[in-house]
């Protein structure tokens, strides 16, 4: 069973270039990864989201993920010993057991500008192609708010063993149903799944 990899030491930081091109209605990023720019901020863990919606690695957890062999992820280097990462491929999860919304879906780019949940239940829908042992991809939808929209990030269960205990700091290897961040808990919560309000 694959892992939820996520994060819990993220400071104010962001990586998204000066001139990063945007939605004009919903502000979200069009071209989130071509886009990337230069580290600004802290991103004091070895793997960070940062504000605007990158996921940042040092190069220590780089480093030990390509020991590892893992598959799937390409990166830019952000700074001097960190870089921006992303899984190629995605899979679908099911959030139709989260307290989790998604909101302010924008006609023009046809997303939603908006994830929020908390103490919620993240899993793997169904019928999805399988994520390989060493592989890491893309879970969607993403989560958070604005320019601040991530996709989650699946890993698979022997790269997750391999690279479980190695003392990477803020990183969390997490089964599934995974819990989502409660500090972004929306109040009062709604079971409202996917539908433009
Ligand atoms: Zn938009």
């Known amino acids: 069973?694959?892992?939820?990899?996520?994060?819990?030491?993220?400071?104010?930081?962001?990586?998204?270039?000066?001139?990063?091109?945007?939605?004009?209605?919903?502000?979200?990023?069009?071209?989130?990864?071509e886009d990337v720019g230069k580290l600004t901020g802290a991103a004091p863990g070895d793997l960070c989201a940062t504000w605007d919606g990158v996921y940042v690695m040092s190069l220590k957890f780089k480093d030990a993920l390509d020991d590892a062999g893992v598959i799937g992820i390409e990166y830019k280097q952000v700074a001097r010993t960190r870089f921006a990462v992303r899984p190629v491929d995605h899979v679908h999860l099911d959030i139709s057991q989260a307290l989790y919304q998604a909101k302010d879906f924008c006609l023009r780019c046809g997303r939603f500008a908006?994830?929020?949940?908390?103490?919620?239940?993240?899993?793997?829908?169904?019928?999805?192609?399988?994520?390989?042992?060493?592989?890491?991809?893309?879970?969607?939808?993403?989560?958070?708010?604005?320019?601040?929209?991530?996709?989650?990030?699946?890993?698979?269960?022997a790269l997750a063993n391999q690279m479980k205990g190695k003392g990477h700091r803020g990183v969390q290897w997490l089964e599934f149903p995974a819990q989502v961040d409660p500090a972004t808990l929306v109040y009062p919560p709604k079971r409202v799944i996917g539908v433009p309000e």
């Open 1 to 33: 069973m694959p892992k939820f990899l996520t994060c819990d030491m993220c400071a104010s930081s962001n990586a998204m270039s000066e001139t990063a091109r945007r939605c004009p209605d919903c502000g979200r990023f069009t071209h989130p990864w």
């Open 114 to 157: 908006t994830f929020q949940g908390g103490g919620t239940l993240i899993q793997l829908l169904e019928g999805q192609r399988p994520v390989g042992p060493m592989e890491i991809v893309r879970g969607v939808p993403g989560f958070g708010n604005g320019a601040f929209v991530v996709d989650q990030l699946i890993a698979g269960d």
